[in-house]
Structures are given as structure tokens and as C-alpha cells.
């Protein structure tokens, strides 16, 4: 039976493929605005691989389906600079706002747009908003029944109406009698009992430097892999805002001006991998186990 136990703890980087109006303020969450607002996905997304190029690391991105339709080339960009393909939705809806129904034909739409345009698999899933709470339903089920190998939507840390602080903080089959179905969850370190998230998002643009550095360590030393989480906003000081109040501003757009600085030192520390490669090394996952034929629509694996 396969260890359940990774060799050596490992860092991963994930990337959140979204634009800075998908959140923070509901009028311009409507799909139907969204083509007649600016966008900052395509720029800020090749600065971002310019960086990751600068120190050899690799990603998993997690793609909106109405973003990828809008920018085929910069996705095509993605894979060409060796990073893998998750999904993000198609119109970054979390699976605790719509039915089984809706979020299966959501998800397959998102699958079956990024296998288009990369020719691709896309192997994972991150629920928008880490909002999988209160599903009506088991979106653990839709994603194995859509030929998905893992899911990196659980949070484990404090975070209001979405996190889960009681989860695994480490990568785990989510039936260890049959490990092909596997958690990717953001740590947490425990502070007094209490767990804090830090590395992605506003944790890791909010917190200092120091404590995101002290905390990865914590995680590491371990033997559990940090997983953090990026937006390509998030390296844009300059970049735009949605109007809406004061504290939504700044727990989707707060400082970004130490991001950069933070990823470069997380780039230095480790050797950072996607998703993929890490259950690929530590758990011995092959190619075969993390794609499937999806409802008679061939998804071609990286490298055939």
C-alpha cells in the first residue's frame, strides 16, 4: 500500500487565473459587465512567469473558463513555460451558490474550454472563494465523476464562512482505502491552539514578511508542504480596484506592494513545484492516475 507519507516536504506554488473584477463588489461579479471593463490579466500574468522563469519554479494554475475563452494565448503561454492547468469555474462561482447540476455543467464547461485552447488536462480544482462549505451536495463526488485526480479547495486556517480549521493541513487521499482522489490543502500554523492562515491572498500580502517566513518554516520542519497561493493581481500595486468598502478593499487588494518581495524570498527558500509535480515525486502518482476521458472528449496528457 502506498505511504501516505511524501519522502520530503516540498513547496508548492498555485496561482489563482482571475482579474481584479471577479471579486469584491457585486456589480462587477454580473458576467454580463464584465466584457466592457478593462483588464490587467494578460500583463500582470507575464510578469509573473518573467518571475517564476528568474528562479526555475513552476506552478499550477487555476483558470477561470470565461477568462481562458478571452485569453487563449497567454494561457497557451502558461503551459509552454512548463505550468500545469487547474480550474477556477467558469464564472467564478463557488459550489455553495449553485445546484449539482449547475456546478457539474460549470465545471465540464471550464474543463472542456482550457483542454481546448491547451490541449491539456486539467487534473485539479479550487473552489472560488475556497467556498465549499454548506454545499447542498458532495462536490467531491462531481469532481471524481468529471475525471479530476485532486481538489485544493479546502483552507485550513480561521477565515470566516470559509475556512476549515479542523482540516488535514497536509496533501491526503480523501479515501485512504483508495488513494486516487487527493486533498491539496492551504496550511495553517496553530498559534496558541488557534490555527492562522498565511501563505496566500491577504494573508501573505497582509502579514509581514517575517512571520510568513517563520510560519513556512513551522509548516515545513513538519514534513508537510507549504501550498501557497497567488493571484497575478497580487504583484500589481498599480493595478485596479473594484469601488466597495473599506475592508473588502483591502482583503482582496491590500499590500500588494510587498508581494513581489515575499514570492521572490518563498522562490529563493525552496525548490517550488505545481501541484502535479509534488504528487507526482512525493506519492508516486503517474500520468494515468491524474487524467481521464471526460463524457467522450479525449484531454491529451503534458508530453504525448
Known sequence: MRSTAPAKAASILTVDYEDWFHVAHPAACDPAVWDDLPSDIEDDTHHLLDVLDQHNAKATFFVVGWLAARTPDTLREIVRRGHRIGLHSYFHTPPNRMSEVEFQEDLLRCQRETAAITGV????????????????????EVLRRCGLSYDASVLAGFLPGRGQPRAPVAPHPTDSRKPSFWEVPIPAVRIAGFPVAFSGGGFLRLLPAWF?????????????????????????????????????????????????????????????????????????????????????????????
Open 121 to 140: 488536462t486539467a487534473r485539479g480544482y479550487r473552489a472560488p472563494y475556497f467556498g465549499v462549505r454548506d454545499c447542498s451536495f458532495s462536490y467531491l
Open 212 to 304: 510568513v517566513r517563520w510560519s513556512s518554516r513551522r509548516v515545513a520542519g513538519s514534513g508537510t508542504p507549504v501550498v501557497y497561493y497567488i493571484h497575478p493581481r497580487d504583484l500589481n500595486p498599480a493595478g485596479r480596484t473594484t469601488p466597495t468598502g473599506i475592508v473588502r478593499r483591502v482583503r482582496y487588494y491590500g499590500g500588494r506592494s510587498t508581494t513581489q518581495r515575499k514570492l521572490e524570498e518563498i522562490l529563493r527558500a525552496s525548490r517550488v513545484l505545481s501541484v502535479e509535480e509534488f504528487l507526482s515525486t512525493a506519492f508516486g502518482l503517474s500520468a494515468h492516475e491524474m487524467t481521464d476521458e471526460i463524457e467522450g472528449l479525449t484531454l491529451v496528457s503534458p508530453g504525448r
